[in-house]
């Protein structure tokens, strides 16, 4: 497929590897950024960006595509659909598929279907285990060369730490991050829907304690010193969790953690016990564990943002909260979201906001840094942050429409997504 020549004109331009935050004109020819032709092609699109802040391509570490076997909720098709709508260049694809990403050949159709459809690059994660039953590991070599870019058993958790190190360890000679869904079971309540507390209590609602959460936190972080693995904690929920992932970072184990909207917006406060959109795994937590963890997004602690989008069918989701799946969809809220509730409010800047998506999330998969300097891969996003948006579940791209937002009124949303050097949405 030919690619255009395209000028973004007059966008304010945010680049957190260059920390760049000017108004500037950014040119594209054959998928790269370019300099500044001394006269526009005949044939170049123009791209009218005043008002807008005109940033690398968002990058999500964690994405629920569910193809294949799970087609009746998402496919890679409408899931790149939805990534390309919410301003998403490049999305992790989770393993809990059927079947899983456990093999070679798995991943590699993931990857495959990716690049056919073209709107997004669907970078297929491998599994930690066989069937994500958490006892025997993956042929990781294997899969890295069918297209792995990482590993997780997520939607599960490896709960035999013997198991759990030998996996670090054979990670680490390979440089692949462990990306781990922290929950112990033992301690996480059989039929658990939501945070144990206050809510639950009133609700009369099965709970899901957050020491589940922090006791795999410090045992992961305990293997990674010990393994010097890169270890990746996804969906922190639990202010110790959190606190415990800025000890870790604090005596220099290479761990990260990501920070979801959902958890940015939300809390078990806010719950609608009668709606089963609310119902997420990790649940919402507390305001005071939402207090936390967004002062650690704010200062590098939790270094990124990710959507966990995790989509399900009306059908399912009416299930009610005792019965329905857990998850929500969130690629097309997610600039909205965490732009109205960190940037608007003063909270975080534009800089480190675009750097929570971009920069971050590359560094812990191992990608090239998202720049828009001249000569790299033009994966861009146009944000529209000066028009308010009204989220319209039945609008959504996604096959799925299981939100929560529902109805909230949002700022800033991706007016273009630019997926090498081509307009996809």
Same mark, same amino acid.
């Given at each position: 497929?030919?690619?255009?020549?395209?000028?973004?004109? &007059?966008?304010?331009?945010? =680049?957190? *590897?260059?920390?760049?935050? +000017?108004? /500037?004109?950014?040119?594209?020819? #054959? @998928?790269?950024?370019?300099?500044?032709?001394?006269?526009?092609?005949?044939?170049?699109?123009?791209?009218?960006?005043?008002?807008?802040?005109?940033?690398?391509?968002?990058?999500?570490?964690?994405?629920?595509?569910?193809?294949?076997?799970?087609?009746?909720?998402?496919?890679?098709?409408?899931?790149?659909?939805?990534?390309?709508?919410?301003?998403?260049?490049a999305?992790?694809?989770?393993p809990?598929?059927?079947?899983?990403?456990?093999?070679?050949?798995?991943?590699?159709?993931?990857?495959?279907?990716?690049?056919?459809?073209?709107?997004?690059r669907?970078?297929?994660?491998?599994?930690?285990?066989?069937?994500?039953? &958490?006892?025997?590991?993956? =042929?990781? *070599?294997?899969?890295?060369? +069918?297209? /792995?870019?990482?590993?997780?058993? #997520? @939607?599960?958790?490896?709960?035999?730490d013997?198991?759990?190190?030998?996996?670090?360890?054979?990670?680490?000679k390979?440089?692949?991050?462990?990306?781990?869904?922290?929950?112990?079971?033992?301690?996480?309540?059989?039929?658990?829907?939501?945070?144990?507390?206050?809510?639950s209590?009133?609700?009369?609602?099965?709970?899901?304690?957050?020491?589940?959460?922090?006791?795999?936190?410090?045992?992961?972080?305990?293997?990674?010193?010990?393994?010097?693995c890169?270890?990746?904690?996804?969906?922190?929920?639990?202010?110790?969790?959190?606190l415990?992932?800025?000890?870790?970072?604090?005596?220099?184990?290479?761990?990260t953690?990501?920070?979801?909207?959902?958890?940015? *917006?939300?809390?078990?406060?806010?719950?609608?016990?009668?709606?089963a959109n609310?119902?997420m795994?990790?649940?919402?937590?507390?305001?005071?564990?939402?207090?936390?963890?967004?002062?650690l997004?704010?200062?590098?602690?939790?270094?990124?943002?990710?959507?966990?989008?995790?989509?399900?069918?009306?059908?399912?989701?009416?299930?009610?909260?005792?019965?329905?799946?857990?998850?929500?969809?969130?690629?097309?809220?997610?600039?909205?979201?965490?732009?109205?509730?960190?940037?608007?409010?003063?909270?975080?800047d534009?800089?480190?906001?675009?750097?929570?998506?971009?920069?971050?999330?590359?560094?812990?998969?191992?990608?090239?840094?998202?720049?828009?300097?001249p000569?790299?891969?033009?994966?861009?996003?146009?944000?529209?942050?000066a028009?308010?948006?009204?989220?319209?579940?039945?609008?959504?791209?996604?096959?799925?429409?299981?939100?929560p937002?529902?109805?909230?009124?949002?700022?800033?949303?991706?007016?273009?997504?630019?997926?090498?050097?081509?307009?996809?949405?």
């Open positions: 497929m030919t690619k255009d020549k395209i000028l973004i004109r &007059g966008g304010r331009v945010v =680049d957190p *590897a260059r920390k760049i935050n +000017a108004v /500037a004109d950014v040119f594209i020819e #054959d @998928g790269k950024v370019a300099a500044m032709p001394a006269q526009l092609p005949p044939e170049t699109k123009i791209i009218e960006a005043a008002g807008c802040i005109v940033a690398p391509g968002f990058i999500d570490l964690h994405v629920h595509l569910r193809e294949p076997g799970g087609e009746e909720n998402e496919t890679i098709e409408t899931g790149s659909q939805a990534a390309a709508a919410g301003g998403f260049t999305i992790v694809a989770m809990n598929t059927k079947p899983p990403h456990d093999n070679p050949e798995t991943v590699a159709f993931v990857a495959r279907r990716g690049k056919e459809i073209g709107l997004t669907v970078l297929p994660s491998g599994a930690i285990t066989k069937e994500r039953k &958490g006892k025997e590991l993956t =042929d990781y *070599a294997a899969l890295r060369e +069918a297209g /792995a870019c990482a590993l997780t058993d #997520d @939607g599960s958790t490896v709960q035999d013997a198991v759990m190190e030998a996996a670090m360890r054979a990670a680490a390979l440089n692949l991050t462990i990306m781990d869904h922290a929950q112990d079971s033992s301690v996480e309540r059989k039929g658990g829907v939501m945070h144990e507390g206050e809510f209590r009133e609700f009369g609602l099965p709970g899901i304690p957050s020491f589940a959460e922090e006791l795999t936190i410090r045992r992961d972080i305990e293997l990674a010193e010990k393994t010097g890169a270890l990746h904690i996804q969906h922190v929920t639990s202010r110790e969790g959190a415990a992932i800025a000890e870790g970072r604090g005596r220099g184990v290479r761990v953690g990501e920070l979801t909207p959902h958890h940015i *917006a939300l809390c078990d406060a806010d719950i609608h016990p009668d709606d609310y119902k795994n990790p649940p919402l937590r507390s305001a005071a564990d939402r207090k936390v963890l967004i002062a997004a704010v200062n590098g602690t939790l270094s990124c943002f990710a959507t966990d989008h995790a989509p399900h069918s009306a059908d399912k989701k009416a299930l009610g909260f005792l019965k329905a799946p857990f998850g929500i969809v969130g690629l097309e809220t997610a600039i909205g979201v965490t732009y109205t509730r960190l940037v608007k409010p003063g909270l975080m534009e800089m480190n906001w675009i750097r929570r998506w971009t920069v971050e999330p590359a560094r812990i998969i191992g990608l090239p840094v998202p720049s828009l300097a000569g790299s891969v033009a994966d861009i996003v146009v944000i529209d942050v028009n308010p948006w009204r989220v319209v579940a039945a609008e959504l791209k996604s096959k799925s429409k299981n939100t937002f529902d109805g909230w009124n949002l700022t800033g949303r991706a007016k273009y997504t630019i997926c090498s050097g081509r307009i996809v949405s």
